[in-house]
């Protein structure tokens, strides 16, 4: 079916044909066409839409971008979910600032070296051969390199990122459903873009690395939302402090830090004449979960002590298991800080037990 004029004149409700106007005319105003699920297999009679600045033409079997020439002024164009092999004709459209591509069969991103405005593009889930991936021509990507703001590469079984380094503005990203086997990739190019914010990698085999997301996290100060999930600016500066812990205990000569994932075990404890102190000679566990990083310790006289935050924190929890450590506490008071080394842990929000063995 092509678009024909009739078609066309039916594709603006909010636009309204004035009285006595003829087609022609009243198609030389419009601004927007929406022509959806129509069954198209061609663009046609886009010469009649000088004015024209978005066009959908989403859900229909179009095969080929033709009758594009003529659409100088347009800037949002919607093709998604049609049976496009390959991007091409859109040399006209300089002022394009929106490309929706998703779900059409096109094996390369090429074909937009006129398009240097381009804003976003979204080119997602490609009907592809088995195993393929998408290919990314540079001369592409380096027209619209310094615009792109909005990258959608979802789906396309990409087993590295290295073709869209050279993007270094977007904002959102969503790389998820591909073949990306390294982390490495992700954060780098989350490095890369100093104002990223939105950031989709879902069901891709680097998910499987415990504690992907606080690497992620931790590496971009920008990141708002990581996998529809929304990260906190507290969440943020609590995995930075948790890193420069571990960082600083690495640094120190005969100090072992490490991430672990066991139980902690409690080691004995021998009490003073009086029983006014315990000298404490144990491994710590440190025990975080998100939600946020304030912190307040308390310290409990009970046969196992016992230093919990002032809020409980939601996520995963991450250990930090620290050599044996000689300290001495008061078990008469009921609150009070432990620091360790110099280094206040009430900084961090952690929840310690100590285990008093008799």
């Avoid at 009758?67 to 949002?76: D, Q, R």
Wanted: with cysteine; hydrophobic share 35%; glycine share 6%.
């Amino acid at each position: 079916m092509q678009l024909s004029l009739d078609i066309l004149g039916k594709s603006n409700r909010l636009t309204k044909r004035r009285r006595g106007e003829t087609l022609l005319e009243y198609l030389s105003r419009l601004t927007h066409v929406s022509v959806t699920g129509a069954g198209l297999t061609t663009i046609d009679n886009l010469a009649s839409l000088p004015q024209l600045t978005s066009l959908s033409l989403s859900d229909n079997l179009i095969s080929r971008m033709i009758g594009l020439v003529s659409c100088n002024k347009i800037t949002h164009l919607y093709l998604q979910r049609n049976n496009i092999t390959r991007i091409d004709n859109i040399g006209a459209c300089r002022h394009l600032k929106k490309l929706h591509l998703g779900y059409n069969a096109i094996e390369v991103l090429e074909g937009l070296d006129q398009v240097s405005n381009l804003r976003e593009l979204h080119i997602e889930n490609q009907t592809l051969h088995p195993g393929a991936a998408l290919i990314f021509d540079p001369r592409s990507l380096a027209a619209i390199a310094d615009s792109l703001n909005v990258l959608n590469i979802l789906g396309n079984g990409l087993e590295n990122l290295d073709d869209i380094s050279c993007f270094q503005n977007l904002t959102q990203l969503d790389v998820s459903r591909n073949a990306l086997n390294s982390l490495s990739d992700v954060l780098g190019a989350v490095s890369r873009n100093s104002s990223l914010s939105n950031l989709c990698v879902l069901d891709n085999p680097f998910c499987s690395i415990p504690k992907y997301r606080e690497e992620v996290i931790v590496s971009s100060l920008s990141l708002e939302s990581l996998d529809g999930k929304e990260v906190s600016d507290r969440y943020r500066q609590f995995l930075q402090q948790f890193k420069a812990v571990i960082e600083t205990r690495r640094a120190n000569s005969g100090v072992a830090v490490q991430l672990g994932r066991r139980p902690h075990h409690l080691h004995r404890v021998s009490k003073s004449q009086g029983g006014t102190a315990v000298q404490v000679s144990s491994l710590y566990k440190f025990s975080s979960t998100e939600d946020n990083s304030r912190a307040g310790m308390s310290l409990h006289s009970r046969s196992t002590q016992q230093f919990t935050p002032s809020v409980k924190l939601k996520m995963r929890p991450k250990h930090v298991v620290l050599p044996p450590i000689e300290q001495s506490y008061n078990t008469s008071a009921t609150s009070q800080l432990l620091s360790l080394n110099s280094v206040q842990i009430a900084a961090v929000p952690v929840s310690i037990r100590v285990a008093a063995l008799q």
